[in-house]
């Protein structure tokens, strides 16, 4: 006989009491502490609890009786179901506020290391159209809400944003605040077209179906990239030889109908100056390692920094908030406090935007990053800006970066860390020590994984300056970067 499920408790006209992480805010109900997304300190709701853990819990708001004076009214439409803008409801002065907070209370509670004061974060100028990047997904099944399928409404195929909890459904967006307006016309337009002409949406389950995404790129320099990625028209079996595959699957693109998409939207939309496509029948919507065509005009756009380009390609990292970006890099590049004469080690490096961008103020600057494609585009970049004085390698940091590297290519006077949200692995640590540089710059995308390297660092480095930077208004998400300098 199954168990009974246990009841979860309603709890009444309960006041929000503070911002936590991961985008919610928290009150604390006797000795529970409750995690509650979409409220602001303030706000006085009923709370219906939908997990339930020893000393936590996560419930949603079900009714609001009073509306907290700290409260912003949302500007989009999908606030609420998205899950990509958790803070809209926050008025953007008390957003920046809370994120600096958030970086000092990790760098105390985790890092437990002497700190200087935190400097002012520095907010973005733009709080919305931000984004230079923005991925969606296509499906034969949209979203519902509990409401729509009470209501009996059908499933329709959408393209949007996939949403937690049901892998194989896209919330369908009619306008996203992130990027220019071009991007909605964009997307609109493909799901009308593909709709008016019949074309099959991609089934997650089922692991086939024409269209199966689109990726919308732009630039300072006012280019737009498109790449729309098209999967099988029938199901792929994985267990077949990998030749046999290759030359069954290829059989499995609808090629023509995709061409005729692709000059259709290169008719409709002039300011498209890049326009990819891919086939990927993988399991996966990464096309990484996959061919990537160029329709129409460059397989590139540029970016622009300063009096640099960036060649950004449909596979290229860039940062998405390209604005912030600048400010960011320039932090770094002032923390690192160069002269001209310095070996700088940058790890991480991507394509190679901060080694180019602090080159000319250096004397040698020696990129790492795992990613060997990306190596390459750091190349170009360098070659596109006439620097002479970088070299990059591809490969695992922690391989990669040894004493024989060391030896070879000269302690460095400066390091410039940039890694990704895990932090740097125990053997990069342990290599930096070894290479004993003046000064680390470390830039970070989490501030927690950030202090537990800080404290790793700490018998042989101390933190003098701390400056947060926000790269995207309305999440939880903040960049910060820390300057460690030789005890």
Known sequence: MARKKKQLPVYQEIEIQDVAAEGKSLVRINDLVVFVPYVVPGDIVDLKVTRKKNHYAEAVAIKFHKYSDKRAKPFCEHFGVCGGCKWQCLPYDEQIRYKQKQVMDNLTRIGKVELPECLSILGSNKTQEYRN???????????????????????????GFHISGAFDKVLPIQKCWLMDNLNNEIRNWLYDYARSHNLTFYDLRAQQGFLRGIVLRNSLSGEW???????????????????????????LFAKEEALQLLESMHIQFSQITSLMYVYNPKCNDTFGDLDVKCYYGTDHIYELMEDLRFKVGPKSFYQTNTEQAYILYKVARDFANLSGNELVYDLYTGTGTIANFVAKQAKQVIGIEYVPEAIEDAKVNSAINNIGNTLFYAGDMKDILNRDFIEKHGK????????????????????????????????????????????????????????????????????????????
């Open 412 to 487: 460095p006077d400066i390091i410039i860390t940039d890694p990704p949200r895990a932090g740097m692995h125990q053997d990069v640590i342990d290599a930096i020590l070894f290479a004993d540089p003046k000064r680390i710059v470390y830039v970070s995308c989490n501030p927690a994984t950030q202090a537990r390297d800080l404290q790793l660092l700490d018998a042989s480095y101390c933190v003098t300056r701390i400056q947060p930077v926000d790269m995207f208004p309305h999440t939880q998400h903040v960049e910060n970067v820390v300057l460690l300098e030789h005890r």
């Open 133 to 159: 990047k923005l991925d969606f997904a296509c499906s034969n099944k949209q979203w519902l809400t509990e409401d729509q399928l009470r209501d009996g409404i059908p499933f329709e195929p959408g393209i």
């Open 225 to 251: 990239m498109v790449t729309v990625q098209f999967g099988p028209t029938a199901h792929v079996e994985a267990n077949k030889e990998a030749a046999e595959e290759e030359v069954r699957t290829e059989s």
